[in-house]
């Protein structure tokens, strides 16, 4: 695609729910990152993929996160038993297989839980 | 670890102002050092980027130049506009030969016409 798609661009769910959020990467690209991005905050890395491979989980705030990614192209972020504190935009971004890469955003998920 | 400091925000501005707003990082190896813009109702893009030492990165009037010597990376235009108005974001990676990029906390700026 043209760039960086997220859905759902809006989650309301309730504290204790599961919720999956999903990325499309730039097509060829082979790096995908997931970002968190708290209010007025600046952003949190999360994990990021070289190819179907995660190499870094570091900045997964708990086991209550997960990422996936399939076929080198999109990936899913999923929190389990969501928290008020996961409140959030979440951020996914791209770049090509050299290292040092521009990344490109896409517009972000933005999670609410009550 | 890597980290990535940056000037605090707000900064307020008059137009036609002179910008600097303050990053320096730490990092043992030879990141690449970026600067990312986040405007109001938009997802973050590049700005632009310096890839080694002494390189100066410049797009839409800005510039920043890669000191390594004072581990710096500071963002300047000389004259803003009011749609400069944005959040900007300091950021390094490929420190270690890997994909992790480093955001500082970003700062907000406003520009008043």
């Known amino acids: 695609g043209a760039g960086v798609s997220q859905s759902p661009s809006n989650k309301v769910t309730e504290k204790g729910k599961d919720v999956e959020l999903r990325c499309d990467p730039i097509?060829?690209?082979?790096?995908l990152y997931w970002y968190r991005q708290r209010l007025g905050q600046g952003l949190e890395f999360l994990i990021y993929?070289?190819?179907?491979?995660?190499?870094?989980k570091s900045g997964l705030p708990s086991d209550r996160f997960s990422a996936e990614r399939t076929g080198e192209s999109v990936s899913t972020l999923t929190i389990q038993r969501t928290q008020q504190e996961d409140s959030a935009v979440y951020l996914c971004?791209?770049?090509?297989?050299?290292?040092?890469?521009?990344?490109?955003f896409g517009p972000g998920t933005r999670l609410l839980v009550l | 670890g890597d980290s990535v400091t940056q000037m605090e925000g707000p900064v307020t501005l008059s137009e036609e102002a002179f910008l600097t707003i303050n990053c320096t990082y730490t990092a043992t190896g030879y990141p690449s050092l970026f600067w990312y813009v986040q405007y109001p109702g938009e997802g973050l893009q590049l700005l632009l980027k310096a890839t080694k030492a002494d390189d100066k990165g410049s797009n839409k009037g800005f510039e920043a130049t890669y000191r390594k010597e004072t581990t710096s990376f500071h963002l300047e235009k000389g004259s803003v506009q009011v749609s400069d108005s944005a959040v900007y974001f300091c950021?390094?990676?490929?420190?270690?030969?890997?994909?992790?990029?480093?955001f500082g906390a970003g700062t907000r700026l406003f520009v008043k016409a």
């Open positions: 993929f070289q190819g179907n491979s995660a190499p870094d």
């Open positions: 950021a390094l990676s490929g420190n270690t030969g890997g994909f992790k990029t480093i």
């Open positions: 097509s060829g690209h082979t790096a």
């Open positions: 971004a791209s770049s090509s297989q050299r290292i040092q890469e521009t990344q490109y």
